[in-house]
């Protein structure tokens, strides 16, 4: 269930690594993450805080 959610919402791939940099309904892979990072920077990812995304990635922990 909500298994064909987890895919990359760049690339559109199901990915075996996803995750939610800004604590989002967005998943992302490792690849177009590091490409995000790479093109934008660090500052793409900060409208989050560090707590929120804390929240979010042991939510996301939970749901496995
Ligand atoms: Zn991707």
Same mark, same amino acid.
């Given at each position: &269930?909500?298994?064909?959610?987890?895919?990359? /919402?760049? /690339?559109?791939?199901?990915?075996?690594?996803?995750?939610?940099?800004?604590a989002?309904?967005?998943?992302? /892979?490792?690849? /177009?993450?590091?490409?995000?990072?790479?093109?934008? @920077?660090?500052?793409?990812?900060?409208?989050?805080? +560090? @707590?929120? +995304? +804390?929240e979010a990635s042991?939510?996301? &922990?939970?749901?496995?």
């Amino acid at each position: &269930m909500a298994f064909k959610d987890k895919v990359c /919402c760049i /690339c559109d791939q199901h990915k075996k690594f996803l995750s939610r940099p800004n604590a989002g309904q967005k998943l992302y /892979c490792i690849q /177009c993450k590091a490409k995000i990072t790479k093109e934008y @920077g660090q500052n793409y990812w900060k409208p989050c805080s +560090f @707590g929120e +995304f +804390f929240e979010a990635s042991s939510k996301s &922990m939970e749901e496995k």
